[in-house]
């Protein structure tokens, strides 16, 4: 079971700074070094990932990432048909 919760931001654009205040006014306290890819929250178990913007859909489809913060362009370009669910 994974208890720690992965939230996927911009590493550089104008969603970032917006993105960070709101992480930090939602009560979370991390490290936001430059050129860092990940930040951990040091008191909520919540991870921040640093990526391009384009990549952050991917990262939340493929489970890496439990939540994104994407502009709504991204969503609307990356949106992705659901593949059908196989039952083994």
Request: proline share 5%.
């Amino acid at each position: 079971m994974n208890t720690l919760l992965r939230i996927a931001i911009q590493k550089s654009g104008r969603l970032q700074e917006d993105s960070l205040q709101l992480l930090s006014e939602s009560g979370l306290s991390f490290s936001n070094g430059r050129d860092q890819l990940k930040a951990q929250a040091w008191n909520f178990p919540t991870e921040i990932l640093f990526l391009r913007d384009d990549d952050i859909p991917q990262y939340v489809e493929d489970k890496v990432a439990d939540v994104g913060i994407v502009g709504e362009n991204i969503f609307v370009e990356k949106q992705k048909k659901k593949r059908p669910h196989k039952t083994p």
